[in-house]
């Protein structure tokens, strides 16, 4: 059987660290079963740090090609039949038809690609088994690329944008990372015995560097004290990232522990947002390191022996893998909790104490009518760019207040302005420090150093390599592929019903404003 493994680039990131990790999940398969599949990987076109053979794939067949008109396209005219023809003539080359073939294509309706849905909605009226996998979605508070998806396939299908944008038929299946994404899949039209929770491989990091010389370059490079514990974010510091939140657990360990913060965003949108936390962070005297992955700083897997604990404030994850490999690390992580992502790892047996969904902030220190203006005109502005009008106000009102509990409110449901009012407040009083740490007492005990955390680290470090190793991934892998190939060829079903989809993503709980800020 052929797998043609589809993306718009090999570049590095974390889709393309995805297709690396299904590349040695079914390597692991091909040695232990003989060779059941052929993989061909196609991709636009752009390549950086893509090697000639991933590290751990020995056995596999694997291809690798260029498909003209794959990448992102921005604002270019759309061509779904010419990219059709392209990819087709790239599977037939490869020795792909569609009674041998998989075509497994990661996010093509995150509105990157205009032409794309077209383009797999033609292949699948041909009979092409798809498994359309969905990291990420377009309508979960992304209205330009949800502006973007519908415009590429608005008039591709029918006269239907969503029949293009999700094609329905008994031959094309979808995956999706979590079971919370299965449930809005199913919930939306999509027939539940098509839509499959595939989860992230976590492979094995291996074994960490020593941590002396690292420290010793953080403290030379960084000013982080090597006799100071280090907090570890290990991040990209993009906005849903939250890097408000991580400042003020810097402000609440009151200079007992070091923040370090990895990486700054590449995306020129997002580095406006990062540039104000940093500045913040200097101006009130945080103990906080930025960049320490960087350029100038040290490797992922240095960073990882140079921690203590590791920390993800982050209100928005597709998969969140932060959430596995702290274990596989020896760290024990803490932070913000996503219950909608976490319940998938909590079922595989892993036991996230230091995790909250709220870390709560008393509302009158920034004002509950400053609050509720705030956060209700950001919300009508984003409905307003998917092209939905807000609810009544007397409706807006009490979601709003659902958010208060007993005069809190969560820090991450703030707008930015008002996160970096309390950052500066915690910072500059030890009276609202106290407060807040006797607000959330589970900080103060996720942030003490003498406790005896190896048992749950390896607890949950076995539990992880159970459910999420390559190995598991790869029979996952190798069930899936062989279904959606025995899959009955059936013409287009009813189309998904993309209002229920948008619903599913866009209430008010949802809602954070510092995801849609410039």
Aim: with cysteine; hydrophobic share 45%.
């Amino acid at each position: 059987m052929l797998i043609a493994i589809v993306h718009y680039h090999l570049n590095r990131g974390g889709v393309t660290q995805v297709i690396a990790g299904h590349l040695r999940a079914l390597d692991r398969q091909a040695a232990a079963a003989g060779g059941t599949f052929r993989v061909l990987v196609l991709h636009g076109g752009r390549a950086a740090g893509w090697p000639d053979r991933p590290l751990g794939v020995n056995t596999l067949e694997c291809q690798v090609r260029a498909v003209p008109g794959l990448d992102y396209d921005d604002a270019a005219p759309r061509a779904p039949r010419g990219l059709a023809a392209r990819l087709r003539a790239g599977l037939a080359e490869a020795g792909g038809s569609p009674q041998s073939t998989v075509v497994h294509v990661h996010n093509h309706a995150l509105g990157k690609n205009g032409s794309l849905p077209g383009a797999l909605a033609e292949l699948a009226g041909e009979g092409w088994p798809l498994l359309l996998q969905i990291h990420d979605f377009a309508e979960d508070f992304r209205p330009l690329n949800y502006q973007r998806l519908r415009a590429g396939a608005s008039g591709q299908a029918d006269g239907d944008w969503a029949a293009a944008a999700y094609p329905q038929a008994g031959h094309v299946h979808y995956a999706v990372l979590n079971q919370r994404d299965a449930r809005i899949l199913a919930a939306s039209g999509v027939e539940p015995q098509r839509v499959h929770a595939l989860p992230n491989p976590a492979g094995e990091l291996g074994p960490l560097p020593p941590r002396g010389p690292v420290r010793d370059a953080l403290a030379r490079r960084f000013g982080v004290p090597e006799d100071r514990p280090l907090l570890l974010y290990p991040i990209r510091g993009i906005r849903r990232k939250n890097l408000g939140e991580a400042l003020l657990w810097s402000a609440l360990a009151g200079g007992a522990w070091h923040l370090g913060v990895t990486l700054p965003p590449l995306n020129p949108a997002e580095r406006p947002s990062y540039d104000r936390w940093k500045a913040l962070a200097a101006a009130v005297g945080l103990a906080a390191a930025f960049e320490i992955g960087g350029e100038a700083g040290v490797a992922f897997h240095e960073n990882l022996a140079a921690a203590d604990r590791m920390l993800t404030t982050s209100v928005a994850e597709g998969f969140g893998l932060v959430f596995l490999e702290s274990w596989l690390a020896g760290k024990s992580l803490v932070g913000r909790d996503l219950p909608e992502i976490t319940a998938d790892f909590r079922a595989a047996g892993l036991r996230l104490n230091d995790l909250r969904p709220r870390l709560d902030v008393p509302l009158d220190w920034i004002g509950a009518a400053d609050w509720q203006d705030a956060l209700e005109q950001a919300y009508a502005a984003t409905l307003a760019r998917f092209g939905r009008r807000p609810p009544p106000p007397a409706e807006i009102h009490r979601a709003a207040a659902e958010l208060v509990v007993g005069g809190l409110v969560d820090f991450g449901s703030l707008p930015s302005r008002q996160q970096q009012r309390l950052v500066e407040q915690v910072a500059g009083s030890r009276q609202r420090r106290g407060r807040l740490l006797a607000l959330n007492g589970w900080i103060e005990e996720a942030l003490r150093l003498d406790r005896a955390d190896r048992p749950t680290i390896d607890e949950n470090a076995a539990a992880v390599r159970r459910a999420y190793s390559e190995e598991a991934c790869g029979r996952r892998l190798g069930q899936l592929y062989r279904q959606v190939a025995a899959s009955p060829r059936s013409a287009a079903r009813q189309p998904l019903d993309a209002e229920r989809l948008l619903e599913e993503f866009l209430g008010l709980a949802r809602f954070q404003p510092i995801r849609i800020e410039p």
